[in-house]
C-alpha cells in the first residue's frame, strides 16, 4: 500500500516553505542552504559528511578553512536568529532518509547529495562502483520517499551539462525534436558522458524522468555547467559561514584551480590543446537558479530540464583570462599544457541552449575582470594554505584498474 | 598498474575458443551455453543461481520441471562429450569474477546475468534497488574484468529493446543520424524505459558505450525483443536438459504465458487496450544471434548495437493467433482485458530496424502455425504443474511502495 502517510503539500504554521538540502555541507549546497534561509524558506540540511572523508582519505583540503557542519549551523543562527535543521546520514540508507522526510516534511528537496568529482569516479574500480551506487541508489531512494511521503514535493536534482557530452549539433534543455524518415516526435536529449561519475548523473535523469510519468512526481533537473567563486552573500558574513573551495586535481574545478594555481606561482595546468569548451557559472547563480527552480515548480508528472550555466569558455579562453587578471595584480602566470588525463574531444563544436532559467528571472553575474580580480586575490590570501603536491592531475581515464588506491603520504 | 596479467586472446590447445556465458543457468543462457558447447566452443557458465531463489521467494515455479545446475552439465557431458565449466557466484562480487576470468580466459564473454523482469523491479523499493544494483554493478564489474584480465575479449552484452520505449518515428539499431539547425550528428539513439528494470539497461548501455570509447573495449549491445519458445535443438536431447518456462505474471513473457493460459482454459490476458507492439523472437533465434555475434566480434573501441528480434506483434494480434491455434487443438480460447498493471502506450506507432542480424546471416525461425501448434501442445502436456494463482499481474506500476512486499502462502 503505498502513499500512506502522505504529507500534505503545505506551508508550514509561520506560512514558510520548507526545503530540504541533500548535500547542504558541501560547496553548491552550504551557499544554497544559506541562500534559502535567508530568503525565509524552512531548510533542512540533509548530509552524511562522506565528502569530508574523501579529503581525509585523499589527504586533501580546502584552500578555506571551513567549520564544522555544526558550528556552520549555530554561528548562522546567532548572526540571524534562523535555525537550519540538521540530518546526519546516508541518503542510501532508506530507514534513515524515510525518518527525514516524515520529520521534515518537506515542500520541496533540493538533491546536490551524491559523489560528484570526475576523476574520483575514475581512481579505482572501488570508486567508479561506489560513485554508481551512491548517486543511483541515493536518487532512487529520494523517488521512492517522494512517492511515499509527499508526494506533492518538487524535486530539484542537480545534473551537469556533461551529460550531454560534445555533439556536434546544439545542445537543448533537456529534450530534442527529432524528423527521421517523414515522422517527428519530441525525444530526451541523447547522452554521452565522459566518466563513471557523468554517467551516474546520466542514470539519474533516466530514472527521474520514468518515475514522472509512472508517478507523477514533479522534477527539475538542473545541468549545471562548472561552478567558480566561493562568496556569496550569506557566505560573507563570517569566517565560521565560509564555503569550501577546491583547488587540487580531483575536486577542484579548472577556473576556481587556475586562479589558484597563479596564485601560489604554478603554471595553470592546461589538458591537452584546451580547447574543451563548456558552460560555466558564479556560484552566486547557483544559488539563484535553485531558488528560482523552487519558487516555480514543475508541474505534478513533468520532468523538467534546465541547462544551468551563463556564459561559455573553453580551457585556453580561461587560462588567457587569469593569466591577463594576474598579470594586472603583479603576479607571473605561466601556462603548461598537461598530457590529457582524461579521454575527451580537444577541439570541438559546442552551443548549449540556456534560456529557461533567464526566462524565469535569473539575472546571470558574468565573469568579469572584476570577479577575476577578487577571486585571484582570495586565492592570494590563503596561499599559504596550498599543497603544490595536489595540483598535477593523477587520475587517468585509460590508466584505472582493479586494485583499491591508497594515496602515499 | 591496469592492463598487468592480460590474457592472450588465442585459442586455446585444442584450438577453440572460449566463450564465458554468465547467466547460464537462465532462460536465454542455459540453451546459449549448450548451442555453443555443441558448436565447439569451450563454454564455461558463470550464475549464483539468485533466479531459483527469487521463484523460490515468490513461491514460483517453472511450467517444466529443471534440473539442478549440476545434474544439467553432468547430463550434457554424459551424452555428448562435452565438457562444461562451471563457476558458481555473484558478478557483483569482484574478487569471485576476477578468478573466473584468471581461470577460464575467455575469448568472448556473453553477459545474461541480470534480475531481468520488468515486474520483479516494480514489486517494492528494495526489489527496484536489488534491480539497478545488480544489474549497473555487475556489468561495471565485467567491464574492469576484461580491461585487467583480457582487453582483447569481446563483450556480447544482452539489452532490450524495451531500452527505446515506443517513440513515434522509426527504432533504429543503437544510433540515430540527426540534423539540428543546419548541423548533423550521429548519436545514441534516446531512451524511454518503462519500468526500474528496463532503465537498468539503459544505465548498462551508456556505461558500456563509454568504456569501448575510454579503454577500447569491444562491446556487442543484443537488443533483444521479447523471447518465445522452449525448445532448440540442445536442450530438446534429454529431460535432464530441458529449459526453463515462465508463465506467471512476473518473470512470463507474454506468448509464452498465453500459451500456458490457453492450455489451462484460463482467458487471455490482455493489458488494457492491447495495441502494445514489441518486437518478437523464437529462443532458437536467440541462440542463433549470440552465436553469430561472437563470431563476428565488434573491433577493438567499437559499440556494436543490434536490434534483436525477427517480427513485430501487437498484443491483441499474438492472443488473436494463440485463439486460432488453440480452436484447432480442441481448446475452448477467451481473452479478457485485464487492467493494465504497467504505465505504457496501449496504443502508438512502432517500427523498428532489425536488419545488423539478417545481414550477419541470421536465418529467423518465424511464428508459424506449427510452432504455435508445438508450443501449445508443450503447455497441454504441463498442464498439471501450472499454479493458476500466478497467472494474473499482481504487481502495480503505480502502486509499489517502500515496504518489503512479502508473498502469502
Ligand atoms: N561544483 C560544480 O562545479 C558542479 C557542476 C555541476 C554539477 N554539480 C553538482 O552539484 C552537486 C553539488 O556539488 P558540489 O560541488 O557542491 O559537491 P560537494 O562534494 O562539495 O558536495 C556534495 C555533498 O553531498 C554529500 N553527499 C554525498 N553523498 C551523500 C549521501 N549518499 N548521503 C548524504 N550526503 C551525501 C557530501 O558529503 C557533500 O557534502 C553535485 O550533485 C554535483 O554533481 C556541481
Ligand atoms: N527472456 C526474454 O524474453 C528476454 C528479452 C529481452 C532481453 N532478455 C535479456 O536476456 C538475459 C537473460 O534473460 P533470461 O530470460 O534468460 O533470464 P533468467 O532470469 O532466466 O536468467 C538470468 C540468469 O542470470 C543469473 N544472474 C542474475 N544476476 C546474477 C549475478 N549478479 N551474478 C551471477 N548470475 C546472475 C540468474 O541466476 C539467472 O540464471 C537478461 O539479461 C534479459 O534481460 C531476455
Avoid at 81 to 107: M, V
Avoid at 258 to 263: D, G, I, R, S, T
Wanted: hydrophobic share 35%.
Amino acid at each position: 500500500q503505498s502513499g500512506t502517510g502522505s504529507l500534505e503539500n503545505t506551508e508550514n504554521a509561520s506560512g514558510r516553505r520548507r526545503v530540504m538540502v541533500i548535500g547542504g555541507d558541501g560547496y553548491c549546497g552550504w551557499a544554497t542552504a544559506l541562500h534559502l534561509s535567508n530568503k525565509n524558506y524552512d531548510v533542512a540540511i540533509v548530509d552524511n559528511l562522506v565528502r569530508r572523508l574523501f579529503d581525509h582519505q585523499l589527504g586533501l583540503d580546502s584552500l578555506t578553512p571551513i567549520a564544522s557542519i555544526h558550528n556552520r549551523i549555530r554561528r548562522w543562527k546567532a548572526l540571524t536568529g534562523k535555525t537550519i535543521e540538521l540530518f546526519i546520514g546516508d541518503i542510501c540508507d532508506f530507514e534513515f532518509l524515510a525518518e527525514t522526510f516524515k520529520s521534515f516534511k518537506p515542500n520541496a528537496v533540493v538533491h546536490f547529495g551524491e559523489q560528484r568529482s570526475a576523476p574520483y569516479s575514475m581512481i579505482d574500480r572501488s570508486r567508479a562502483v561506489f560513485t554508481q551506487h551512491n548517486n543511483v541508489i541515493g536518487t532512487l531512494n529520494v523517488l521512492f520517499a517522494i512517492k511515499e511521503f509527499g508526494e506533492e514535493c518538487h524535486l530539484v536534482k542537480l545534473g551537469t551539462m556533461g551529460e550531454y557530452g560534445t555533439p556536434n549539433i546544439d545542445i537543448e534543455e533537456g529534450y530534442i525534436t527529432v524528423t527521421h524518415n517523414g515522422r517527428t516526435d519530441t525525444l530526451p536529449y541523447p547522452k554521452q558522458a565522459g566518466s563513471f561519475y557523468h554517467l551516474s548523473k546520466v542514470h539519474d535523469s533516466h530514472n527521474i524522468a520514468f518515475t514522472c510519468k509512472a508517478w507523477g512526481i514533479r522534477a527539475t533537473d538542473l545541468n549545471q555547467g562548472v561552478v567558480y567563486g566561493v562568496r556569496t552573500d550569506e557566505t560573507a558574513l563570517h569566517e565560521e559561514l565560509c564555503n569550501r573551495f577546491d583547488y587540487d586535481a580531483v575536486f577542484g574545478t579548472v577556473l576556481n584551480r587556475f586562479c589558484v594555481q597563479a596564485a601560489v606561482g604554478h603554471p595553470l595546468t592546461v589538458y591537452g590543446k584546451g580547447g574543451q569548451t563548456r558552460g560555466y557559472l558564479d556560484i552566486r547563480d547557483t544559488v539563484q537558479c535553485v531558488e528560482l527552480a523552487i519558487a516555480n515548480p514543475a508541474h505534478r508528472g513533468e520532468f523538467r530540464v534546465f541547462n544551468q550555466f551563463t556564459e561559455q569558455f573553453s580551457v585556453r579562453d580561461l587560462a588567457a583570462l587569469v593569466t591577463k587578471a594576474g598579470e594586472k595584480l603583479g603576479l607571473k602566470v605561466e601556462t603548461i599544457s598537461v598530457p590529457n588525463p582524461r579521454v575527451e574531444a580537444e577541439e570541438h563544436y559546442y552551443n548549449a541552449k540556456h534560456t529557461k532559467l533567464i526566462e524565469l528571472g535569473l539575472k546571470p553575474h558574468f565573469l568579469s575582470d572584476s570577479l577575476l580580480d577578487s577571486l585571484l586575490n582570495f586565492a592570494v590570501q590563503y596561499r599559504d594554505r596550498v599543497d603544490t603536491k595536489q595540483i598535477m592531475p593523477s587520475v587517468s581515464w585509460k590508466r584505472i584498474g582493479v586494485k583499491p588506491l591508497t594515496v602515499k603520504a
